[in-house]
């Protein structure tokens, strides 16, 4: 059975920073792709960003030049700095990874950008 688990969201102001962490707990496996979606209350989840095992990145226009995805290989662990944060970055934040035909979510992390 494959767990993500997240941690690193928070209470943040306006211009600040943080960073998330996503790693599998309990099985080892290798994610073809792995990333972050989000969902703002009253919104659709939509995608924020993502990266293959290659290293191939992208990214949602609207993060672009502030966000930063990276992923550790050998930890299967993928990581979501966020910088420059705005209020409409406020959104429950939830990882994925991509095995096969098959897609795992972790349970998400909240990110509160508020003065």
């Known amino acids: 059975q494959v767990q993500l688990v997240e941690s690193g969201g928070g209470l943040v102001q306006p211009g600040g920073s943080l960073r998330l962490s996503c790693a599998p707990s309990g099985s080892i496996f290798s994610a073809s792709r792995m990333g972050w979606h989000r969902q703002a209350p009253g919104k659709q989840r939509e995608l924020v960003a993502s990266i293959t095992n290659g290293g191939f990145t992208n990214y949602a226009d609207s993060v672009k030049g502030r966000f930063a995805i990276s992923r550790n290989n050998t930890k299967n662990t993928v990581y979501l700095q966020m910088n420059s944060l705005k209020p409409e970055d406020t959104a429950v934040y939830y990882c994925?990874?991509?095995?096969?035909?098959?897609?795992?979510w972790g349970q998400g992390t909240q990110v509160t950008v508020s003065s």
């Open positions: 994925y990874a991509v095995l096969g035909l098959v897609t795992y």
